[in-house]
DNA sequence: GTTAGCACTCTCAATGTCCGAGTGCTAATC
DNA sequence: GATTAGCACTCGGACATTGAGAGTGCTAAC
């Protein structure tokens, strides 16, 4: 074996050990699990150059070596190896996930949850954005003498309900003419023109009625916008107090970031289908920088795929972990796709 | 001022300076800060009566007093002056709190979202057990091809919506079918009723048909289930992390006892429409017994109440958080009968 | 290029010392 | 009898000292 290759392998093995122990790995204790046969000092002076190189680090002079995020970077990157699920994982995750299927919504709670169990990470799945939905029909359904709610159809299977009140009793008939006259103005339209003017001009199309109208109007636009607005699903918040590389400060801070969706996706955009990890201080928000974001885009149909995200210390067990995810991204984009074309 | 009376003064000073500080405070300190003079030895003489009364404990022999368990329980039963809430604080209660008074959980939601903010406590809302619920109407409407949603009102004016999927294509004519059968299977019917025996001999009364509507039947079911559990809504999780008193194996336990509604609820029975305060151990959940439960009933109408609650550390500011909670408790107990009254 | 050996460095835990805050007690005072 | 001043005492926290042990870097030999 070429030195250079050596010297991968006892990265390989120090980051594997590190993952494993949480210790600082020494040269001792690592030539004795080595499958090649080399003398500590050999691979003491490895380890000074993986060091040197800036893969490796000591936490104080005289201590094992850790990795550095560019050491695990290229772990991840080049040195580990696969772990495909098994088929019993498989079929478990498939036969969790099928009765969550009617929704996509659901879906992705489900798929959240399901990833933060197994993983022991906090789990997070956006939404397809809904740039590309259009609104496929309006349904009002009376739930009280002055109540009512808004069920809004889009053409990517989402449905969206909004309670509201009126002044006025409501009837009938009047339901009957929110339907209609909403019908007329909004199906077809694709969520995202439902823009503050478009609401003017609808509000203004319907003349004298829009005064009656405004909380109805107000309703279909708020559905409408929960249906344009990628919202974000997140579970397993509860295993951030696992993870103690959080300072207590930055604890709080993350689980607010969490509960912002929009800034949330902004993080996650640019995940590829393959799962993409980001180590540490890669992670461009300050609140993050001790953790690693590993996210995976799932795909059904061209325009509809989210991300689903797991976070997590840097220290974690890579190679599971992603395959977990990417297998999980897989089956959420084959059920998306046939909720939508059967939908 | 006859000396007992004194002892209770300088217990609520303790009190009031160690919820302050967080710090153990000492004689010397304290009869600095009080409004009657006498000197340290005497303070110190009080203090040690205290102690030994089980009010006030010390760290280690040579430090300051803090408030044991009993000795809260004292101030907050005794001693404490409740400090009302200023109008403009009250209306600005109202203020965000009205536009989610469209429907019970919505707005549940937004009290818990409002008073964990106020009170960087978490907070915990239970909907109104469904028990007094009558199923008073059954809507479908149809989402996709296979796909539809039921959508069953209360006569507590909660609504509940669940996607289902059918093994067929699902038309208008079906929907209606759906509807009519499945109300006058179950309008009228209390929520509670509805049974696994109950959907049994539903379905027998279906005959034939049963088969094709196992989907539409178990959706009800799963309608009417949620409408009859309670629900709680749990906000400012993140608060979690500025409780220091946490042991951080406690945080996972805690988080995950919150999201089990069943469990929470049993906890929080007992409640009465005053705060009730409950203190470190004296909450029987063995993860909890390091924080402080303080709550509150809700009450509309007499069947339709629920509880708002807030955990924080022991070491909290009881006064005004006790009066932040027992007004948004008024409120959405009003906001709630209103909703009956006039759905 | 690899290895054995050795001196060196640094952490961790145990131990000792000192300082100061705050107490408990006693005797004097109101 | 209640209050106060004074003083000895206790204990924790900060700091320095020490020894053991783990692990390194370097050098010289293989």
Do not use: W
């Not at 029909?137 to 009126?166: P, W």
């Not at 996650?268 to 540490?280: Q, R, T």
């Amino acid at each position: 074996m070429e030195p250079t290759q050596r010297k991968l392998k006892i990265l390989e093995a120090v980051v594997e050990a590190f993952i494993k122990t949480g210790e600082p790995v020494g040269s001792k204790a690592l030539c004795e699990n080595l499958d090649f046969n080399v003398s500590s000092a050999t691979v003491r002076n490895d380890m000074a150059e993986l060091a040197s190189l800036g893969l490796l680090e000591q936490t104080h002079t005289s201590s094992g070596r850790i990795p550095t995020e560019l050491g695990y970077r290229i772990y991840v990157d080049k040195l580990m190896k696969r772990i495909p699920l098994t088929k019993y994982e498989q079929s478990r995750i498939y036969d969790i996930l099928y009765p969550a299927s009617d929704a996509p919504e659901h879906l992705l709670e489900g798929a959240a949850a399901l990833l933060s169990k197994i993983t022991g990470c906090v789990a997070v799945a956006t939404s397809p954005p809904g740039e590309a939905a259009i609104i496929k029909k309006i349904r009002f359904i009376q739930t009280g003498r002055y109540t009512a709610m808004v069920v809004l159809i889009t053409s990517t299977g989402s449905v969206k309900t909004k309670l509201f009140r009126c002044d006025f009793v409501i009837t009938p008939e009047l339901t009957e003419m929110f339907e209609k006259t909403m019908n007329e103005r909004f199906s077809g339209v694709p969520v995202t023109d439902v823009t503050p003017a478009f609401m003017q001009s609808s509000a203004a199309a319907l003349g004298e009625m829009s005064i009656l109208m405004t909380n109805v109007l107000l309703a279909v636009n708020d559905a409408a916008r929960d249906a344009s607005v990628a919202s974000a699903a997140v579970r397993g918040q509860s295993n951030f107090f696992t993870m103690p590389e959080l300072a207590s400060g930055d604890g709080k801070r993350v689980m607010e970031l969490l509960s912002h969706s929009r800034e949330l996706e902004r993080m996650l955009m640019g995940a590829d289908s393959k799962a993409s990890v980001l180590i540490g201080s890669e992670i461009k928000h300050p609140a993050l920088s001790s953790l690693s974001v590993i996210a995976s885009h799932y795909k059904s149909t061209p325009e509809c795929s989210g991300v689903l995200a797991l976070i997590g210390p840097v220290r974690m067990d890579y190679p599971k972990i992603i395959s977990a995810l990417e297998y999980t991204s897989d089956i959420v984009g084959n059920m998306l796709s046939e909720l939508i074309e059967y939908g």
